[in-house]
């Protein structure tokens, strides 16, 4: 009896608390090897989501293994449906190993350290010239580290595979829209585990989705878009809504949250003092210096903070800053504005009224109740949506949709072959859901004095009044 072949992909067997198995090629290994990518055990997936769920503490390098093991499973079952060539499957198996490998340390918190513009106005220093020019996003850096890290680059031509075409699906920016849409679109790959990763690890139940459903139903339209069988309309449903329920529970959690802001005030600071990398150009400098590079991750952030929260004065604004975040004393709220609310591009009348108060008053509300402006932690976060846009737009809104954006939101496929957005059948929940937005606004104070937290309380209250 003659020996079956053995199968590349099972060169080596890990096991993962989410996925049980999951298989790796010589290749696979090779790059999971190299010190680029072993800095992401250093990352911590949720950041400091960890000081209010205990458990939460996976790294980048397990999740970026879980979407691996999800793209194989997806790119599997196209390639025996011959929707995919091996070759293929190999280059996207590669890419969704290597998507996250450009995080910074505790991730979009450095990342977008510079996207509130008000916060650079405030509390800047009056240093002359322009604003330090802002660091690149993640999806930039790692296609950078992908194309000039030598120990990528080296495993990748080896293997005949050009760096900057693996570097081209990370960005979505792959003249094959298929390929983008596997790791970014409603229904992308990399969303699939975070949701189930992340809700393990936290102890919460809203992300644990029909996983298997979904991938086994996965498949490409006429016009080689990503879709999904009708016949799992349910499962990508509660796909979606779990993804709200997610971030109302973990990411948005108000005292999660209250750290985050924490943290990113106290990064701006030390910034400020000349303690962190100035600009993008020096992050980028950095990702192409051989072994600095390797020391980018979560520590290196907390023995900067560790060494502050010690040698700065005690009365100094970054001093508390720095002692809160490493003693776990979280910010107090203060203030808070949220509301669901439909999309039509308005913003509910107390949320403007708060969020314009809170610009124009700040300063004088923190000297009257004797609280450091730097100790005044505000947070918008992003709308949470069901999806990009919904059924109910204008026809200005729907002109200015683009076709890549189309592409992105899910794509039931019929028995007949035809395809349509989910949002537009009106039996689904999502019809109706995905005209919606979570819209908030808070404002937090690192203060110990009960008296200052109170007069802040009152003073914070009196802006929502008409």
């Given at each position: 009896m003659a020996k079956s072949k053995p199968d590349e992909y099972r060169h080596k067997v890990i096991t993962d608390p989410v996925h049980g198995d999951i298989g790796l090629s010589q290749l696979e290994v090779d790059l999971i090897n190299t010190q680029s990518f072993q800095r992401l055990r250093r990352l911590k997936q949720l950041g400091l989501a960890t000081l209010v769920y205990p458990s939460a503490s996976h790294s980048r390098f397990s999740h970026s293994l879980g979407v691996f093991h999800i793209m194989s499973r997806a790119i599997d079952l196209m390639v025996r449906r011959d929707k995919f060539i091996p070759a293929e499957q190999r280059e996207l198996r590669i890419a969704a190993l290597l998507h996250d490998i450009g995080h910074y340390p505790y991730s979009h918190l450095v990342e977008k350290l510079d996207r509130d513009p008000y916060r650079r106005a405030l509390l800047r220093s009056n240093r002359r010239g322009k604003p330090p020019r802002a660091y690149p996003d993640h999806e930039k850096l790692s296609a950078m580290i992908v194309t000039v890290r030598k120990d990528i680059t080296s495993v990748l031509n080896a293997a005949s595979i050009d760096p900057?075409?693996?570097?081209?699906?990370?960005?979505?920016?792959?003249?094959?829209?298929?390929?983008?849409?596997?790791?970014?679109?409603?229904?992308?790959?990399?969303?699939?585990?975070?949701?189930?990763?992340?809700?393990?690890?936290?102890?919460?139940?809203?992300?644990?989705?029909?996983?298997?459903?979904?991938?086994?139903?996965?498949?490409?339209?006429?016009?080689?878009?990503?879709?999904?069988?009708?016949?799992?309309?349910?499962?990508?449903?509660?796909?979606?809504?779990?993804?709200?329920?997610?971030?109302?529970?973990?990411?948005?959690?108000?005292?999660?949250?209250?750290?985050?802001?924490?943290?990113?005030?106290?990064?701006?600071?030390?910034?400020?003092?000349?303690?962190?990398?100035?600009?993008?150009?020096?992050?980028?400098?950095?990702?192409?210096?051989?072994?600095?590079?390797?020391?980018?991750?979560?520590?290196?952030?907390?023995?900067?903070?560790?060494?502050?929260?010690?040698?700065?004065p005690r009365a100094s604004a970054l001093g508390r800053l720095c002692r809160a975040l490493r003693d776990r004393k979280?910010?107090?709220?203060?203030?808070?504005?949220?509301?669901?609310?439909?999309?039509?591009?308005?913003?509910?009348?107390?949320?403007?009224?708060?969020?314009?108060?809170?610009?124009?008053?700040?300063?004088?509300?923190?000297?009257?109740?004797?609280?450091?402006?730097?100790?005044?932690?505000?947070?918008?976060?992003?709308?949470?949506?069901?999806?990009?846009?919904?059924?109910?737009?204008?026809?200005?809104?729907?002109?200015?949709?683009?076709?890549?954006?189309?592409?992105?939101?899910?794509?039931?496929?019929?028995?007949?072959?035809?395809?349509?957005?989910?949002?537009?059948k009106p039996s689904s929940i999502l019809h109706h859901l995905s005209s919606l937005r979570l819209q908030m606004a808070r404002l937090y104070v690192v203060e110990e004095d009960k008296a200052k937290i109170t007069k802040a309380e009152r003073a914070v209250k009196a802006w929502l009044k008409p």
């Open positions: 900057a075409d693996i570097a081209s699906i990370i960005r979505g920016q792959h003249s094959q829209t298929r390929y983008n849409q596997l790791i970014h679109s409603t229904l992308d790959l990399d969303r699939m585990d975070y949701l189930v990763r992340d809700a393990m690890a936290t102890g919460v139940p809203y992300g644990r989705i029909d996983l298997h459903y979904l991938l086994s139903n996965l498949d490409l339209d006429s016009d080689d878009n990503l879709v999904l069988h009708s016949k799992a309309e349910t499962a990508v449903e509660h796909f979606i809504v779990a993804r709200y329920f997610m971030s109302k529970a973990v990411y948005l959690h108000k005292t999660v949250f209250a750290f985050e802001a924490l943290m990113r005030q106290t990064l701006f600071l030390l910034r400020e003092q000349g303690e962190l990398w100035k600009s993008g150009t020096d992050i980028e400098k950095l990702v192409k210096h051989r072994k600095e590079f390797l020391t980018f991750h979560d520590g290196r952030i907390d023995s900067i903070i560790e060494a502050q929260a010690d040698g700065q979280p910010p107090r709220l203060v203030g808070e504005v949220s509301s669901l609310t439909g999309k039509d591009g308005s913003r509910p009348v107390e949320l403007i009224r708060f969020v314009t108060r809170r610009g124009d008053h700040l300063k004088e509300v923190a000297k009257e109740c004797g609280i450091p402006i730097e100790c005044w932690l505000w947070e918008d976060p992003k709308d949470v949506a069901f999806e990009k846009f919904g059924p109910l737009m204008s026809m200005a809104e729907a002109a200015s949709v683009s076709p890549q954006e189309s592409s992105e939101l899910v794509h039931l496929l019929d028995k007949t072959g035809k395809t349509a957005p989910l949002i537009d």
